[in-house]
Antibody, heavy 118, light 106 residues
Framework: QEQLVQSGGDLVKPGGSLRLSCVASGFSFSDYYMSWIRQAPGKGPEWISYITTSDLTAYADAVRGRFTVFRDNANNSLFLQMNSLGTDDTAMYYC????????????WGQGTFVTVSS | EVVLTQSPDTLSLSPGERATLSCRASQDLRNYLTWYQQKPGQAPKLLIYDASNRAAGIPDRYIGSGSGTDFTLTISRLEPEDFAVYYCQQRSNRQITFGQGTRLEI
């Protein structure tokens, strides 16, 4: 069964850092682009980053320079390092398997919630 | 950035009725438009890609159509499990955006 299992969400103070993890199983992780998508309470999803099979990365303007995506293919793992967190970063964070065309996200993790508050 | 505007915000229908959801793009997307369904407490689920292709396992009552800037998701006969929030998504110039969603309620 193809699945993504996430961890790492927590309560963090403004200006703090956090690392999210996403472990894949049931498919060949290294063959796929992967993305991070977040969703603030009551809002639509917001794409924030993807990483290609060649470790090329892209970021949304809202997180560029503060967030870093990276992957460990040997351990079927995806990570999101988040620095300089602000209250606007409070959201459910999802990892998702991503088509190389970027047309679609076909497998999603269960989500992990990040709260940024003093 | 391509802006996707979905309408209506909320659609109230009954099981057995037909639902028509709209997604309008600020730029020509050709047919590169994707639809997702999200139920409370769950991640979004892929329904339709390339405007009209159903993802694996999606029932044929889900019909996607449109091209350019105007797209439609039609659910031909609503089942109780279809009541959820629906989002459209695009990728243009390798930047990805989602619509704000349409809530389909009983």
């Amino acid at each position: 069964q193809e699945q993504l299992v996430q961890s790492g969400g927590d309560l963090v103070k403004p200006g703090g850092s956090l690392r999210l993890s996403c472990v894949a199983s049931g498919f060949s992780f290294s063959d796929y682009y992967m993305s991070w998508i977040r969703q603030a309470p009551g809002k639509g999803p917001e794409w924030i980053s993807y990483i290609t099979t060649s470790d090329l990365t892209a970021y949304a303007d809202a997180v560029r320079g503060r967030f870093t995506v990276f992957r460990d293919n040997a351990n079927n793992s995806l990570f999101l390092q988040m620095n300089s967190l602000g209250t606007d970063d409070t959201a459910m964070y999802y990892c998702a398997r991503t088509w190389s065309s970027l047309d679609a996200f076909d497998i999603w993790g269960q989500g992990t919630f990040v709260t940024v508050s003093s | 950035e391509v802006v996707l505007t979905q309408s209506p915000d909320t659609l109230s229908l009954s099981p057995g009725e037909r639902a028509t959801l709209s997604c309008r793009a600020s730029q020509d997307l050709r047919n590169y438009l994707t639809w997702y369904q999200q139920k409370p407490g769950q991640a979004p689920k892929l329904l339709i890609y390339d405007a009209s292709n159903r993802a694996a396992g999606i029932p044929d009552r889900y019909i996607g159509s449109g091209s350019g800037t105007d797209f439609t998701l039609t659910i031909s006969r609503l089942e109780p499990e279809d009541f959820a929030v629906y989002y459209c998504q695009q990728r243009s110039n390798r930047q990805i955006t989602f619509g704000q969603g349409t809530r389909l309620e009983i």
